[in-house]
C-alpha cells in the first residue's frame, strides 16, 4: 500500500536512505521511551543523512524536498521511533515554512541556510502554561524590552520539543511598546537561556520537550525576524503535516506488529495461526481500511498543497488531515491491541509504547474542538453568501 504513494525516483532514494539506518535507530527505540531520554543515536544519524537540510530549498543548498515528500520520510522515519520523528520533524517543518514564505529578511535567510546546512536544529517555542496552545489565541506571557543592546527577554516556555539538541530557539514574546507579538531567533549558548529538565509524561517520552527558560536574555535587534498578524501565525501552513505523518507512522508500525502476531501465534486450541480465524481478519481489515482512508486524506492534502494552481483553494484541509489521520490511528493502533489481546499490555510489548504515543497526537495543534468549529463555522459563512 505505501508504495502506491512513491512517485518519484528522490522519493525512492531518501526513503532508501532512511532504509539504511532504520535497524539502529529501530533497536534504541525502546531504550529512548524507557529511559525517557532523547533519541541520540537517531539523531546522530539523520544528521549524518543530511536530515535538517532536507526542505531547505535548493536555491539556497539544500534538497528541496516537498511537503509531499517530506510526508513520506516522516512516516516512514516514525514507524522506526516516533519519538525521533516527532522531535526531527519540527525542524524540516519550520525551515519548510521560513523559507517558502520568505519569512525572513533574504539576507538572514541566506545566513541561517549556512547554519542548517552545517546540521543545525531549530524549534519554535512558543507554548507556556498559562496560555496553552498558541492557536487558541493566548498572549504569550513571555516579554520582550527594547534596550540599547538589544532586545531583553525573560520569560518560560513548555513543550519544548527536542531541547537537547536545539541550536537555535524561535521564541515568541510579547512586545509592550508595539502592541505586538514577536518571534526572536535565539541561540542556545545565549547567556541566562537554560532547559529545565522537567519533561515527565506518559507518552512521547523521548522528545525531551522540557521548559525553556530565558532570564534577561538579550537577542540583537535583527533577530526579532517575524511579526506575525496572528498568535498562530494565521495562514495556510502545509509544512505541519510533518504531525500527522509521525502518527500515521505509528499505526503502520502497530499494524505490522499485529499481521507479524497474527500470522505466528497459534494456541493449542487451534490448527492453524489466529490470521485464518474471521474475527481476526475483520479488525485486520478495519486496520488496513483506516490506513487507506489517512493516507489518501494525508496525501491528498499534501499534493493539493504543492500544487501552485489547487494551493489557493485550501482553506480547513490541513486541520482536516491533522484530525483525520491522528484519530485514524489512534483506532489502528487499538485495534492491533485487540488482535494481540492481553499481552499488548506487557511493558516488553511495543503496542503499549505505540498506544501510548500515538494518543499524544490529540494534543499536537490544530485541536480537534477548534478543527471542527471552523468546518461549521466556514459552512455556514458560505452557505450564506450562496443564498444573499
Not at 129 to 136: D, F, I, M, W
Not at 201 to 219: F, Y
Amino acid at each position: 500500500m505505501k508504495n502506491l504513494f512513491v512517485k518519484t525516483e528522490r522519493q525512492r532514494f531518501w526513503l532508501g536512505q532512511l532504509a539504511a539506518i532504520a535497524e539502529p535507530i529501530k533497536s534504541k527505540a525502546v531504550e529512548v521511551d524507557e529511559q525517557s531520554r532523547f533519541p541520540f543515536e537517531a539523531y546522530r544519524l539523520l544528521l549524518q543523512m543530511g536530515y535538517p537540510q532536507l526542505t531547505l530549498p535548493k536555491q539556497y543548498g539544500g534538497e528541496g524536498l516537498s511537503v509531499y515528500d517530506m510526508v513520506l520520510v516522516q512516516e516512514t522515519l516514525a514507524s522506526y521511533d516516533e519519538n525521533a520523528s516527532l522531535s526531527l520533524g519540527w525542524t524540516l517543518g519550520v525551515v519548510g515554512e521560513i523559507y517558502e514564505t520568505k519569512l525572513w529578511t533574504e539576507n538572514l535567510l541566506t545566513a541561517f541556510a549556512e547554519e542548517i546546512k552545517g546540521g543545525a536544529i531549530i524549534n519554535r517555542a512558543v507554548s507556556e502554561a498559562a496560555t496553552g496552545s498558541p492557536t487558541r489565541g493566548g498572549r504569550p506571557g513571555t516579554t520582550a524590552v527594547s534596550t540599547k543592546d538589544g532586545w531583553l527577554l525573560n520569560g518560560r516556555k513548555i513543550f519544548t520539543t527536542a531541547s537537547p539538541v536545539l541550536d537555535y530557539f524561535l521564541t515568541s514574546a510579547w512586545i509592550e511598546e508595539k502592541q505586538q507579538i514577536g518571534f526572536f531567533l535565539i541561540h542556545k549558548d545565549s547567556k541566562g537561556l537554560s532547559i529545565e529538565e522537567n519533561w515527565e509524561m506518559s507518552a512521547m517520552r523521548g522528545t525531551s520537550s522540557h521548559d525553556l527558560v530565558l532570564k534577561d536574555v538579550v537577542v540583537a535587534k535583527e533577530h526579532l525576524v517575524e511579526l506575525p498578524s496572528h498568535p498562530s501565525g494565521g495562514k495556510i501552513n502545509g509544512w505541519i503535516l510533518h504531525i500527522p505523518a509521525t502518527y500515521l507512522g505509528i499505526a503502520q508500525a502497530a499494524r505490522d506488529y499485529a499481521i507479524h502476531f497474527a500470522n505466528h501465534h497459534q494456541p493449542n486450541s487451534l490448527n492453524a495461526p489466529i490470521s485464518t480465524l474471521p474475527n481476526v481478519q475483520q479488525l485486520l481489515g478495519d486496520i488496513e481500511l483506516k490506513l487507506h482512508q489517512a493516507r489518501f486524506v494525508l496525501y491528498g492534502v499534501a499534493e493539493a498543497y504543492d500544487d501552485p494552481a489547487r494551493r489557493g483553494l485550501i482553506t480547513n484541509e490541513m486541520a482536516v488531515a491533522k484530525h483525520t489521520v491522528t484519530n485514524l490511528a489512534i483506532e489502528i493502533v487499538d485495534k492491533a491491541m485487540r488482535v494481540v489481546g492481553a499481552k499488548s499490555l506487557q511493558l516488553t510489548n511495543p503496542l503499549q509504547r505505540y498506544y501510548r504515543n500515538v494518543r499524544a497526537g490529540l494534543h499536537n495543534p490544530p485541536m480537534d474542538d477548534m478543527t471542527i468549529i471552523k468546518l461549521a463555522t466556514a459552512a455556514i459563512e458560505q452557505k450564506k453568501l450562496s443564498e444573499s
